[in-house]
Structure formats: structure tokens, C-alpha cells
T-cell receptor, first 114, second 112 residues
């Protein structure tokens, strides 16, 4: 089944404790991205990647890091999480980055930072 | 830059009736795509429908249709014959030469 898999689905952590949210897709998509969803704000892009070793900032990159060492994986790293990073996170991928490409989303990861 | 505006935070509709969810956009791109996604209470994002900026006909997918008015820069989602399972958040989005942009969403509640 074609899908985007992200883990963990739920995580409660404490301020400053580094964490990684993994994302993997099995569709050979070139484009991968991370979003955060906060009430009343919709989805905002954190980082995106057009291909292996090519990453770029989205609208809200502060406090996050990403890497794209393999085509299928695009982990999101929070080096020193803070309470304002409590949010619902989505990984999404598409065949390419142009306007006609439909984003396929993972199931979401709900992160709480205490 | 590009922007998506969804002016209806919440909408109510009676089961079996049609409902229109509004979406307006702004972009300097000539070529772009417009999308609608559904987010049920379980949280996943489900792709519903796509409209290309050069498509002359409005997109349709089953009970979903996209009322695309390019001159007005609007891309409204029409759901016909609403079902209880249509109760969810609905997001309008666009992609062009900029990063994908999402609206703030409209919460739709379908009453029996």
C-alpha cells in the first residue's frame, strides 16, 4: 500500500530533551515536507526537500532540523524542544514540487512538550 | 507570495443537502494547483479534489466538485447530498512556485 509512515504517533516529552520524528514513504516521491498544525492557524510548512541532500526552510523553521540522506526518509529533529513546539505534526510527500502534484500525508504525530 | 483565505470557520448543513465551502486565493503565479483536503476527527489529511489553473472545466470527484472562478480567484468546494460522515475540517490549499499554502480551515457539521 502506498503510504507515508511517521513515528511516533504520540509523544510527551520535556523541555530540552532532543527528539526525532521519523517519516518514510514508499512511493519513490522526490518531494517531502513537514508541517505543523495549530488550532486556528491551519497547516504551516516547517521544512521541505526536493530530493536527496536538498532541503530548504518553509514558513516556520525555527527550532527544527531535517535531513534527507535517503530518498524515502525525511526525519524531523527537535534539538531542544520547547513548549511552543507542542503541536500536531504531519509529514507529506509528492512526486514532484510543481503545482499539479498532490501531497500524500502521514497520519500525524501529536507532540506535547512540558 | 501566495495566500489562501477561508472565511467560514464553521458551517452547518442538513443531511442530504448540498453545501459550499468558500476559498479565495492570491498568487502571482500563472500556473498553479488548487486542492481540497478533509480532516476527520481522527486527524488524518485526506485528499479530495484538485483543480489546475489552466483547466477549463471544473473538477469533479463523486459528490465533490470544485467551483473554480479564476477571475475572482475563488475555488469553492461543493459537497452534494451531504452525509453524516462528511462532518470534518476542510482545508483549501494551493501549490505554485512557492511552498504549498493552506487555509485555516472550515469545520463542517452535518445534522441528521
Amino acid at each position: 500500500e502506498a503510504q507515508v509512515t511517521q513515528n511516533p504517533r504520540y509523544l510527551i516529552t520535556v523541555t530540552g530533551k532532543k527528539l526525532t520524528v521519523t517519516c518514510s514513504q514508499n512511493m519513490n516521491h522526490e518531494y517531502m515536507s513537514w508541517y505543523r498544525q495549530d488550532p486556528g492557524l491551519g497547516l504551516r510548512q516547517i521544512y521541505y526537500s526536493m530530493n536527496v541532500e536538498v532541503t530548504d526552510k518553509g514558513d516556520v523553521p525555527e527550532g527544527y532540523k531535517v535531513s534527507r540522506k535517503e530518498k524515502r526518509n525525511f526525519p524531523l529533529i527537535l534539538e531542544s524542544p520547547s513548549p511552543n513546539q507542542t503541536s500536531l505534526y504531519f509529514c507529506a510527500s509528492s512526486l514532484g514540487g510543481a503545482g499539479a502534484n498532490v501531497l500524500t500525508f502521514g497520519a500525524g504525530s501529536r507532540l506535547t512538550v512540558l | 507570495a501566495q495566500k489562501i483565505t477561508q472565511t467560514q470557520p464553521g458551517m452547518f448543513v442538513q443531511e442530504k443537502e448540498a453545501v459550499t465551502l468558500d476559498c479565495t486565493y492570491d498568487t502571482s503565479d500563472q500556473s498553479y494547483g488548487l486542492f481540497w483536503y478533509k480532516q476527520p476527527s481522527s486527524g488524518e489529511m485526506i485528499f479530495l479534489i484538485y483543480q489546475g489553473s489552466y483547466d477549463e472545466q471544473n473538477a469533479t470527484e463523486g459528490r465533490y466538485s470544485l467551483n473554480f472562478q479564476k477571475a475572482r480567484k475563488s475555488a469553492n468546494l461543493v459537497i452534494s447530498a451531504s452525509q453524516l460522515g462528511d462532518s470534518a475540517m476542510y482545508f483549501c490549499a494551493m501549490r505554485g512556485s512557492y511552498i504549498p499554502t493552506f487555509g485555516r480551515g472550515t469545520s463542517l457539521i452535518v445534522h441528521p
